[in-house]
Each structure stands twice: as C-alpha cells, then as structure tokens.
C-alpha cells in the first residue's frame, strides 16, 4: 500500500532557503505544530494528504518562515 511521507520529517531530503529579509541561511526547526504549546510536539501528528507545514527560521535576523515541504509517495 502506498503511503505519503514528508521527506524533510523522515530525513530523506533537506530543504536549503535563503531569508527572504536579509538573504542569511534559513534553518528548519520542525513541524508547525510543534510551536503551539510546550506539549504540543507529543500530539499525534495533524496531517495534510500533499504537505507538511514546517517552520524555518533565519539564523542571521531571527525572521520565521512557514515552508509547505510536498510529501512523496513511498
């Protein structure tokens, strides 16, 4: 059976951005979901069929970014 993946979550594929501020290197900090709350990262996942929502952030401003990373079919 096929099942999509985020490619970026399973370590499959890195994503390199460049800020969209101050051009600096863009840094991935994980799934949305895990910056509502302090236990927010043990919840299940909240799934979309094609993307996963990651944020990334600049580490030379500081400045967020929410990326959609397209998942594969695996």
């Keep these: 059976m096929e099942k999509k993946i985020c490619p970026v979550c399973n370590e499959i594929r890195k994503i390199k951005l460049n800020c969209g501020k101050c051009n600096g290197n863009m840094v991935d900090k994980g799934r949305e979901q895990e910056y509502f ?24 401003c500081g400045f967020f970014e929410k990326k959609l990373i397209k998942k594969i079919i695996v």
Excluded: G, Q, T, W
Aim: proline share 4%.
């Design 37 to 60: 709350d302090d236990y927010s990262a043990d919840d299940p996942i909240k799934d979309y069929d094609d993307y996963c929502i990651h944020i990334f952030k600049c580490n030379k």
